[in-house]
């Protein structure tokens, strides 16, 4: 039997946070192109080699900027399933940790495009991991309370559906 789930009025902010966070990989693909063409590397070509970062600096920097791109959008499509899926039951909390992943992933490629891939964690950085846990753990509570609304759904149809059937039992029995 299919389901309709009611989305809060507040799920509007998850949909901003999620929309406004498709800016960020933009911002990181141009300042990847900028740092190219500081760089000189040629496409296609998606990194310097470890011998041109050792000759010059701006390479091992644009190898540091393409990494920081890299690592979001291999972060990204986890990022936007939790926090619309956190967001169905906790909106307000999926947005405040969907902001605060953003910052997060803001800060990490900051620190990474320093050239100093060691630093990429420094400082608050590490709050994305925090937020993204936050989003996970929404997301599990927000599937097991789905689940668990459509167990109690269909134990309640089944139990319609017997009741249906002795009834529909006596009537033919009393018209026998």
């Not at 920097?61 to 690592?71: K, L, T």
């Not at 803001?106 to 937020?131: E, F, T």
């Not at 936050?134 to 139990?159: N, R």
Request: net charge positive.
């Amino acid at each position: 039997m299919p389901g309709l789930i009611t989305l809060l009025p507040e799920f509007g902010y998850v949909i901003a946070v999620g929309t406004l966070s498709t800016i960020f990989p933009v911002i990181l693909g141009s300042q990847v192109g900028a740092a190219r063409k500081r760089a000189g590397v040629p496409y296609p070509h998606m990194y310097a080699t470890q011998l041109e970062c050792a000759n010059d600096k701006n390479k091992l920097v644009f190898n540091c900027y393409q990494r920081a791109h890299q690592n979001f959008l291999e972060n990204y499509p986890q990022f936007l399933f939790l926090l619309t899926v956190s967001g169905i039951k906790y909106p307000v909390i999926a947005s405040v940790a969907g902001v605060t992943w953003v910052v997060g992933r803001m800060l990490y490629a900051s620190n990474y495009q320093s050239g100093d891939p060691s630093k990429r964690n420094g400082g608050v950085a590490w709050i994305h991991l925090a937020s993204l846990l936050t989003l996970i753990v929404l997301g599990v509570s927000t599937g097991v309370s789905l689940s668990w609304a459509a167990l109690l759904i269909d134990f309640v149809m089944m139990i319609d559906t017997q009741n249906i059937q002795v009834q529909r039992q006596l009537i033919n029995y009393s018209v026998t």
